[in-house]
């Protein structure tokens, strides 16, 4: 299965823009790139997915490089309450049992600066 | 519109006692999913239901956890003869079908603690 790696933690201050990079080197060309995020003390939240082509939305960008191998999600402009463990995730375009059996790893911790 | 509700929010409960937590997934969505976060732990994958399919169980622990899910809205997930390790953040998700660019919508989840 595919798996994907990130930073432990990270700190941004508050109205900068942050870069959360998540490598996945053994992803398959039929796998899809997810984001989410966790709030504290709550569930976690979607924020955007992609293919191939980069993508934006309200929310975030995501940048994917163009082997695929590691993608990153931009915070245009982090404010306190974007401080919240991020998820990257892939997810299986043909097996869908696969997605299903996918133990989400411990994601990046970002903290905000005011 | 509402989104996925759990309830109850915490529940703490005596080692060896059965525990029923309950999902209300949004409406109209077909795929319903059931987590467990322990402390300070990535997600784990429990049990998934989608439309009229048999449920995909494979997630499931122990056979002390079963899930149901009524007329393809309501889930129900019961933990038989609760132990401590079994004490997480239990997290339930809805999303229109099962597929792969389908966002999943988690609710709250539900704080068990096993004494």
């Known amino acids: 299965d595919a798996k994907t790696t990130q930073p432990n933690s990270m700190e941004s201050n508050e109205e900068e823009p942050v870069h959360l990079p998540c490598n996945h080197s053994t992803i398959s060309g039929t796998d899809y790139i997810h984001w989410y995020r966790q709030l504290p003390s709550q569930g976690p939240e979607y924020v955007i997915h992609?293919?191939?082509?980069?993508v934006n939305n309200r929310m975030a960008s995501l940048a994917i490089a163009e082997d695929r191998k590691s993608s990153t999600l931009i915070l245009h402009r982090a404010t306190l309450r974007d401080a919240a463990v991020y998820y990257c995730?892939?997810?299986?375009?043909?097996?869908?049992?696969?997605?299903?059996?996918?133990?989400w790893g411990l994601g990046t911790s970002l903290a905000v600066n005011p | 519109g509402a989104g996925v509700s759990q309830s109850p929010s915490n529940k703490v409960t005596e080692k060896g006692k059965d525990v029923e937590l309950r999902c209300d997934p949004i409406s109209g969505h077909t795929a319903l999913y059931w987590y467990r976060q322990s402390l300070g732990q990535g997600l784990e994958f429990l049990i998934y239901?989608?439309?009229?399919?048999?449920?995909?169980k494979s997630g499931l622990p122990s056979d002390r956890f079963s899930a149901e899910r009524t007329g393809g809205s309501v889930s129900t997930l019961t933990i038989q003869r609760t132990q401590q390790e079994d004490s997480a953040v239990y997290l339930c998700a809805s999303s229109w079908t099962g597929g792969p660019t389908y966002e999943q919508y988690f609710g709250p989840g539900t704080r068990l603690t096993v004494t």
């Open positions: 995730i892939l997810r299986d375009a043909i097996n869908a049992g696969n997605n299903r059996k996918l133990i």
């Open positions: 239901f989608q439309g009229n399919s048999a449920p995909d």
């Open positions: 992609g293919l191939t082509s980069n």
